[in-house]
């Protein structure tokens, strides 16, 4: 896809012209749940910073955009959750962030006021080419108009070779696209990202596929999905 790049092994998109890192569904808090099941996974949260400080600086990036669910809280987060947002937004400082809001992120922000980022807050990032944004939601008539629609929310994933494994998933419209965008949006595409965090794979995008509302309504076809792997590369869709 022209302009559009996987980034390898970690979960997200490198937009060219804007020189732009893309990620979702960071869902920092959810070390902190698994502790209270007795699963430890210590510097979870310096560990996603990290790496996206990593990926900005082998990409070039001027920008990060967070597409959503950064936090795992769904409501006002537990003290050592907020803790872990302060830290990560302070690990990013100098760092030029972008945030589509997604059904987790109440309060972010409060949050990010609190932290020594700097980070615009919206719906939906519209670019020259692309809409940014959660996929929680149905895009505005101007994020249809773009040439691609970058979401994460779905955690999409596939089976391959007996376990379930993150994916890109790239659509084509479907039969719910809006009339007066058919004629001339016939190439547009809906790309979603994988969850980045490590600690969540996803469910199969082919069977939960209307977890998605522009899915569920048939904005975009799931039958037309083309799955790519984490190291960039096509693989053969496996349906239940």
Wanted: proline letters at 4%; aromatic letters at 8%; one cysteine or more.
């Amino acid at each position: 896809m022209k302009g559009l790049i996987f980034t390898k092994k970690l979960a997200g998109v490198f937009l060219e012209e804007e020189r732009i890192i893309a990620v979702g569904d960071l869902h920092i808090g959810r070390d902190l749940k698994l502790m209270k099941d007795g699963v430890y996974l210590p510097d979870a949260t310096a560990k996603m910073s990290r790496d996206l400080l990593s990926l900005c600086s082998e990409y070039r990036a001027d920008t990060l955009a967070l597409l959503g669910d950064i936090k795992e809280s769904i409501g006002y987060p537990e003290k050592a959750e907020y803790a872990a947002l302060l830290e990560f937004f302070y690990a990013m400082r100098g760092i030029r962030i972008l945030i589509a809001k997604g059904n987790h992120d109440s309060r972010i922000d409060e949050i990010v006021k609190n932290s020594a980022a700097e980070a615009e807050i919206s719906r939906e990032i519209l670019l020259k080419d692309a809409a940014l944004m959660h996929g929680h939601s149905l895009p505005s008539n101007e994020a249809v108009m773009k040439k691609y629609i970058i979401t994460g929310h779905s955690h999409p994933a596939t089976e391959i070779r007996g376990r379930l494994e993150k994916v890109y998933a790239v659509l084509k419209p479907g039969r719910g696209m809006p009339e007066e965008y058919k004629a001339y949006r016939k190439n547009s595409r809906l790309v979603i990202l994988p969850a980045f965090n490590s600690m969540l794979t996803g469910s199969d995008i082919i069977s939960s596929g209307d977890f998605s509302p522009m899915l569920k309504h048939k904005i975009f076809d799931i039958e037309s999905a083309k799955l790519y792997g984490l190291d960039g590369k096509s693989i053969k869709r496996t349906k239940p």
